[in-house]
C-alpha cells in the first residue's frame, strides 16, 4: 500500500515541476534593439510633432521613429525636444496564453488589445517603456548647441527610473511549494503512523 502511495506522490511531484518550467520557458521576451542604435526597416517617422506613449496618457512633443522588427514586433523611439527619450518596445503576443501574458505583466509590461489604435496590426501587444536619451528631436544622433553641455549617442548621467519590479515568481511557484510540503508532511505522518 505504502508503494502505490510513494509512486502517486512521485509523479504528483514531478507533474507539478513540469508545468511550471514550461510556463516559465514559454515567456521570455524577444530582444529588442536599442534606440540609441536601431535596426529594423523604418515603418513610419515624425521628425516632429505631438505624439502619444503607450501607458502614458500624456502627450510628448518631438520626433518619433517606429521601426518593424519582424514577426509583428516593433520598437518605437520617441525623442523629445529636450532630449529626454522614451523607447517603447512592441511584442506582438497573439500567441501567447492568459497565463502567460498574467506572467509578462508581473514583469514590468502593458497590456494593448490591439495594436490598430497604434497604427500596428490588429493583434493584442505587450508594451514596455524605458527611458534614453536623445538629442532632442533626432533618434540616436548627436548635437552640440554651443552651450559646452550635450549628449553623446544615448549616454546620460541622470539616474534612470524602475519601470518595474523583478519577477520573483507568481502564485504558482508558491502554490508548488505548498503541495510539495503539504505532500512531505503526509508522507511522512503516514510513514511514522505505518511503523
Known amino acids: 500500500m505504502s508503494r502505490k502511495i510513494i509512486q502517486s506522490l512521485t509523479i504528483a511531484i514531478a507533474f507539478l515541476?513540469?508545468?511550471?518550467?514550461?510556463?516559465?520557458?514559454?515567456?521570455?521576451?524577444?530582444?529588442f534593439p536599442s534606440c540609441t542604435n536601431p535596426t529594423g526597416t523604418v515603418k513610419v517617422s515624425y521628425p516632429s510633432g505631438t505624439h502619444g506613449i503607450p501607458g502614458n496618457t500624456s502627450s510628448f512633443?518631438?520626433?518619433?521613429?517606429?521601426?518593424?522588427?519582424?514577426?509583428?514586433?516593433?520598437?518605437?523611439?520617441?525623442?523629445?525636444?529636450?532630449?529626454?527619450?522614451?523607447?517603447?518596445?512592441?511584442?506582438?503576443?497573439?500567441?501567447?496564453?492568459?497565463?502567460e501574458i498574467d506572467i509578462l505583466l508581473s514583469q514590468g509590461w502593458t497590456f494593448i488589445p490591439t495594436g490598430v489604435v497604434w497604427g500596428l496590426e490588429d493583434d493584442p501587444y505587450l508594451v514596455q517603456n524605458a527611458n534614453y536619451s536623445c538629442s532632442g528631436g533626432t533618434n540616436g544622433s548627436t548635437s552640440d548647441n554651443g552651450s559646452g553641455g550635450g549628449t553623446v549617442a544615448g549616454t546620460s548621467t541622470s539616474?534612470?527610473?524602475?519601470?518595474?519590479?523583478?519577477?520573483?515568481?507568481?502564485?504558482?511557484?508558491?502554490?508548488i511549494l505548498g503541495s510539495l510540503g503539504f505532500i512531505s508532511l503526509s508522507l511522512g505522518l503516514y510513514l511514522k503512523k505505518e511503523k
Request: contains cysteine; aromatic residues 8%.
Open 17 to 31: 515541476f513540469s508545468v511550471h518550467s514550461v510556463v516559465l520557458a514559454q515567456t521570455t521576451p524577444p530582444s
Open 159 to 175: 539616474i534612470g527610473s524602475v519601470l518595474g519590479l523583478a519577477a520573483t515568481g507568481g502564485i504558482l511557484p508558491i502554490f
Open 61 to 99: 512633443s518631438g520626433s518619433d521613429t517606429v521601426y518593424d522588427l519582424g514577426s509583428g514586433n516593433h520598437v518605437q523611439c520617441f525623442c523629445a525636444e529636450d532630449g529626454n527619450g522614451i523607447q517603447t518596445n512592441w511584442w506582438n503576443v497573439n500567441s501567447l496564453t492568459g497565463q
